[in-house]
DNA sequence: AGAAGGACCTGCACGC
DNA sequence: TGCGTGCAGGTCCTTC
């Protein structure tokens, strides 16, 4: 489901709706999939916590947590040792993988079919993580500086994006999709990216001249911040933290629009398979 | 080491 | 109605 503006989406939802809530108690499902750490881990190091902040690191969905005893008549100097002490400064991760939810709702709301987590809210909320297809990851660390696998597309410079595509012989379209590299872009923002671009996915990425990936690196930064502008992609089902669909799909230029008359020259979209995934182009408007 | 391909899951749309 | 096929926003593991 989620790329990096659905997440930033539902993040920055998140943050709104639960920052400064405390969690205080989890319930975790019987499937073994979706959990990273152990569930003794997980439930362990939630309970008692406060949400002091939620963002995205990539496709992750960062969850901030800090000892709820920090809260009361502590100074600041106390709290900061806290947090950098072994029981502060814990985060949840949680990856939504293809179909994973994150929703706010009230205790009394059926909790839907494939529910893996229920953390229970003092404001009297839940917070469920939902995921059909089980390819959701949620996981613990202490690591407060948890920075996820590669390198931030929206605040990469051309220089930095350059050199990440350097040598490789792997096409390009593989390798916007290596979260090792840039985090945070998957199929449908490195297809609308390369079209937007001008260059074919199968090129291979360290043959591509300065140019191209300086229009690339222009491309992936446009394409992400006016996704996150207008809430995301909403393909099948995806919505964000408060139940809303995004917008961006009404933008995609090639996604999904197989054999479709090219928006810019009327040439048919082409489909092909690379590595393993749906990919979209117009063979005219790409080289 | 880098690259390619299958594995992991459920659900939906489609054709017969 | 029901069954088979192919497809879906993502990683992760194995093999070469």
């Given amino acids: 489901m989620p790329e990096l503006p659905e997440v930033e989406t539902i993040a920055r939802g998140l943050d709104q709706r639960v920052r400064g809530d405390f969690i205080e108690s989890v319930w975790l499902g019987s499937h073994r999939e979706p959990l990273k750490s152990s569930a003794q881990e997980i439930a362990a190091a939630l309970a008692g916590t406060r949400i002091a902040k939620v963002r995205r690191v990539g496709k992750h969905i960062v969850f901030d947590l800090e000892p709820k005893s920090s809260q009361n008549g502590v100074t600041k100097t106390q709290r900061a040792a806290s947090l950098s002490s072994r029981n502060g ?8 993988g293809m179909t994973g939810r994150m929703l706010v709702c009230s205790p009394e709301e059926a909790s839907p079919k494939h529910t893996h987590a229920i953390a229970s809210l003092s404001s009297g909320r839940e917070l ?16 407060r500086g948890f920075t996820g696998p590669g390198t931030e597309p929206l605040t990469v410079t051309a220089d930095e994006f350059a050199k990440l595509f350097r040598g490789r012989k792997t096409p390009i379209k593989a ?12 199929n449908i923002y490195a297809d609308e990216s390369l079209f937007r671009a001008g260059i074919r996915p ?5 043959r ?14 446009q394409v992400l911040k006016e996704a ?9 089902d995806y919505v ?48």
């Avoid at 400064?89 to 939504?96: A, F, K, M, S, T």
């Avoid at 939902?130 to 990851?137: K, L």
């Avoid at 199968?202 to 360290?206: E, K, L, M, P, V």
């Avoid at 996150?228 to 099948?236: E, K, T």
């Fill in 240 to 287: 964000d933290a408060e139940g809303r669909e995004g917008f961006f799909q009404l933008r995609h230029r090639v996604y999904l629009r197989t054999a479709k008359p090219c928006l810019v020259c009327r040439t048919p979209i082409k489909r092909l398979v690379l590595g393993g995934r749906g990919t979209h182009y117009c063979p005219k408007c790409q080289r």
């Fill in 89 to 96: 400064g814990r985060q949840w991760i949680v990856h939504l």
């Fill in 175 to 186: 390798a916007l999709l290596n979260q090792k590299l840039l985090h945070g872009v998957g």
């Fill in 128 to 143: 469920r993580f939902v995921d059909p297809r089980r390819f959701g990851r949620l996981s613990v660390t202490t690591d």
């Fill in 208 to 221: 591509l001249s300065r140019a191209e990936l300086d229009r690339l690196h222009a491309a992936v930064k």
């Fill in 202 to 206: 199968r090129r291979q990425a360290g």
């Fill in 228 to 236: 996150i502008r207008l809430g995301g992609s909403s393909v099948s």
